[in-house]
């Protein structure tokens, strides 16, 4: 091969990265001193409304660092104060505990596409010339402050007023009364255990919220940077077996496998390799797929690890609905007509996709019993031309919250309400668990299932992927089942 | 240009009717990338199959399973070809001379014979 083919190659290698790849990418990376990086952030599909425009709210980049020197991989704090992006196309924000940055376009507007170099201060100087340094980009949407109605009493378990049997208005993160008579909040099934705690995250405040679920690639990545014993605790196998071998399961497309074998030295590595041929990492190898088999130890070790916290159930259904109406058995798109995936195209690439039929009222959802017999792409049904029933989006632009795989979040059930908005640390504890104050574990209980997912039905008046449904509320997910898998929130 | 590749490019929607928050292409929301320093192991989130060490002035790699006839491109970060090795048929481990000069920002890009590649950034 000649050097101009060469280069030419390596050419295409940079420019594709903004044009065809990743709806975000993170490239060059660079020390420019001890306590300063600086890389290119690439990001498609940004917006940031004006107030008065619905939904008025901008989508968001939560950046994060690990640093290995040697000894593990350590989470690394960022400097209060960013002198950001070079052409003021991005702003960019330190969170109050410094574990990580929030990035949004500077401008109000939409964009299509939108790049610039960032520059980012450490709060501490890298503290030696051998290291490890990896940054991880996920993309975020933020959910205003504001009142929303919950329950549309309907759907199973909803809440409602209990006067009225109708929607319920949560107008304030103020003490919540629940009871069968006035005003107060109600559900006939798995009710509320006591009064709801002015502590108790309800979505009132603002939050920011993953727009998509968990993927394969991101699990795996997070794996690779746990000690061999951390591994051991978030994989049902063990990082001893040998490479080819499933980390959770061979089946309903999980795709996350042993690279690389633990030794006495170090840690095991793992890949995505959907399609179980000799490489990893291919482009048909599921990377973008919703990380299935996860229980809630494993959710929140990785919210633990990433800087975030679960939601709570309040805060997912303001998260679907909105400032909108309610409608009886609505899903996440705000209709209750759905155009389930019968077929994915692409299949384990970057870009799977479906075919939708023509109903302007049916939501995409991998849901009703799916022939794909497993998760999708993350964000499968949002093209350059869809509407929100199209992609199945949100009110605010959040996908994938009906179907696919079931939400994991914090209950109103007896466990759930001591949950305050903590977030995580980004060190989990030895063993590899998620160890911050007042999240619901295993002990406690807390935390149930919302939203549904590929293999959840309409059956008998059951509708679980309806946005108000809760009656897998009550269903404390501890085994790593295939439907399983989640995402995180946090504030600023 | 120092930044030759993070030229910012911006295209508003204003004028198309859609809405942003509403569309979508490929991916899935999430990068990352990565920035190895000194005599620590590298990897990559792009082919985890590979195992890549910098140790004693050599590029150490060693593959789970052959790869054959590998196209291994050494550039600088201005983009000159400091050494090209092709490997042989079966390989499943190489070793490449690095430059004497210790302060360079090196890329390594690998051609697969599928015509797949990966790249591998590094300073040595």
Redesign the interface.
């Known amino acids: 091969?000649c050097?101009r083919s060469?280069?030419m190659?390596?050419?295409g290698?940079?420019?594709c990265a903004?044009v065809?790849?990743?709806?975000?990418?993170?490239?060059?990376?660079?020390?420019l001193d001890a306590s300063k990086?600086?890389?290119?952030l690439g990001w498609?599909?940004?917006?940031f409304?004006d107030p008065q425009t619905a939904?008025g709210?901008h989508?968001a980049v939560w950046l994060f660092a690990k640093i290995?020197y040697?000894s593990g991989f350590e989470h690394l704090q960022w400097s209060l104060d960013q002198s950001g992006s070079?052409?003021e196309?991005f702003a960019i924000e330190t969170s109050a505990d410094q574990r990580g940055l929030m990035i949004r376009p500077a401008n109000a507007?939409?964009?299509?596409?939108?790049?610039?170099?960032i520059h980012l201060h450490l709060d501490h100087a890298v503290a030696?010339?051998?290291?490890?340094?990896?940054?991880?980009?996920?993309?975020m949407?933020y959910v205003p402050e504001g009142g929303f109605l919950l329950g549309d009493a309907a759907s199973q378990g909803a809440f409602r007023e209990a006067e009225t049997d109708h929607a319920f208005m949560l107008s304030s993160e103020q003490e919540i009364p629940v009871d069968s008579i006035g005003t107060s909040l109600w559900s006939f099934n798995d009710k509320p255990d006591s009064d709801i705690p002015a502590s108790f995250p309800k979505g009132f405040e603002g939050f920011y919220c993953?727009?998509?679920e968990l993927?394969q690639?991101?699990y795996?990545?997070f794996l690779?940077c746990l000690s061999t014993q951390q591994q051991d605790s978030r994989t049902p196998g063990s990082p001893f077996d040998p490479?080819l071998i499933s980390a959770f399961s061979d089946q309903n497309r999980n795709a996350i496998q042993l690279?690389?074998s633990a030794n006495d030295e170090?840690p095991a590595?793992?890949?995505c390799n959907l399609h179980l041929q000799?490489?990893?990492?291919?482009?048909r190898d599921g990377?973008?797929l919703a990380a299935n088999f996860l229980n809630w130890n494993d959710l929140c070790a990785w919210l633990d690890w990433a800087a975030l916290r679960p939601m709570t159930e309040f805060e997912y259904e303001k998260a679907c609905r909105g400032k909108e109406q309610t409608v009886d058995l609505e899903f996440a798109w705000g209709t209750s007509v759905a155009d389930p995936v019968m077929q994915v195209y692409d299949a384990g690439?970057?870009?799977e996709y479906f075919l939708m039929d023509d109903d302007d009222s049916s939501g995409a959802i991998n849901y009703q019993y799916s022939p794909v017999n497993g998760p999708v792409?993350?964000?499968f049904?949002?093209?350059?031309?869809?509407?929100?029933v199209?992609?199945g989006?949100s009110y605010?632009?959040i996908?994938e919250l009906s179907g696919n795989l079931w939400e994991q979040v914090v209950s109103c059930l007896q466990g759930g309400l001591d949950f305050v908005s903590n977030h995580g640390d980004g060190r989990l504890s030895e063993y590899g668990d998620a160890d911050v104050e007042s999240w619901p574990s295993m002990d406690t209980g807390g935390a149930g299932l919302r939203g549904g997912a590929w293999n959840s039905g309409d059956f008998a008046g059951f509708r679980d992927a309806s946005v108000s449904d809760r009656y897998y509320i009550g269903f404390f997910p501890e085994e790593r089942r295939n439907t399983l898998g989640g995402r995180g929130v946090r504030k600023l | 240009m120092k930044y030759l590749f993070c030229i910012g490019l911006l295209f508003v929607l204003s004028c198309s009717g859609l809405s942003a928050q509403f569309l979508g292409g490929a991916g899935d929301g999430y990068a990352m990338t990565s920035l190895r320093q000194g005599n620590v192991a590298l990897d990559s989130a792009q082919d985890h199959s590979l195992q890549i060490q910098l140790k004693d002035a050599r590029l150490k790699l060693v593959s789970l399973m052959p790869l054959n006839e590998v196209n291994l491109c050494l550039f600088d970060m201005d983009g000159r070809l400091l050494r090209q090795e092709k490997s042989s048929r079966a390989a499943t481990s190489w070793q490449m001379e690095l430059p004497e000069q210790r302060t360079s920002k090196l890329m390594l890009l690998l051609i697969r014979s599928d015509k797949t590649s990966s790249t591998y950034r590094f300073v040595w």
């Open positions: 091969m050097i060469l280069l190659l390596l050419a290698s940079f420019s903004i065809n790849a990743n709806n975000l990418s993170l490239n060059e990376l660079q020390l990086v600086a890389l290119s498609e599909n940004a917006w409304l939904p709210n989508d290995n040697g070079l052409q196309v507007g939409t964009y299509n596409s939108i790049s610039d170099v030696s010339e051998n290291f490890d340094l990896r940054l991880f980009a996920v993309e949407v993953m727009k998509h993927s690639q991101l795996a990545d690779n490479p690279a690389v170090s590595r793992y890949a000799d490489d990893f990492g291919l482009s990377q973008s690439m970057s870009t792409r993350c964000g049904a949002a093209t350059e031309s869809s509407n929100r199209d992609s989006a605010y632009g996908l």
